[in-house]
């Protein structure tokens, strides 16, 4: 079973840029495609974003799209979470997860612990 280790999270300032990374043990990473989500306090988890095996397709949360950027280092078992033009909204605990097929298709099979990202305004 893979286990993901999420880290990268922290305190930023809105307008300002934080990486998240998520490195992942076992096997399949390479074969899966892999996800971020988030959530607030108060609020569900939501969709961030994806991306399938071999890096050639992504899909962004509306609320994402131009500001975030996830890719992939299937050589280093690791996935990345790019984040710009931060906004006090983005503050939660963002949370990696495995993609149960190659492709996109956001049911997931495991998740990882969650790293805090609080953005102040």
């Known amino acids: 079973q893979v286990q993901l280790v999420e880290s990268g999270g922290g305190l930023a300032q809105a307008g300002g840029s934080l990486t998240l990374s998520c490195a992942a043990s076992?096997?399949?990473?390479?074969?899966?495609?892999m996800a971020w989500s988030r959530q607030a306090p108060g609020k569900e988890r939501e969709f961030v974003a994806a991306i399938s095996f071999d890096s050639f397709n992504t899909l962004y949360a509306d609320s994402v799209k131009g500001r975030f950027t996830i890719s992939r280092d299937n050589a280093k078992d690791t996935v990345y979470l790019q984040m710009n033009s931060l906004k006090p909204e983005d503050t939660a605990v963002y949370y990696c997860?495995?993609?149960?097929?190659?492709?996109?298709?956001?049911?997931?099979?495991?998740w990882g612990q969650g790293t805090q990202v609080t953005v102040s305004s």
């Open positions: 997860a495995k993609d149960r097929t190659a492709y996109i298709s956001r049911q997931y099979e495991s």
């Open positions: 076992g096997r399949s990473f390479k074969s899966s495609a």
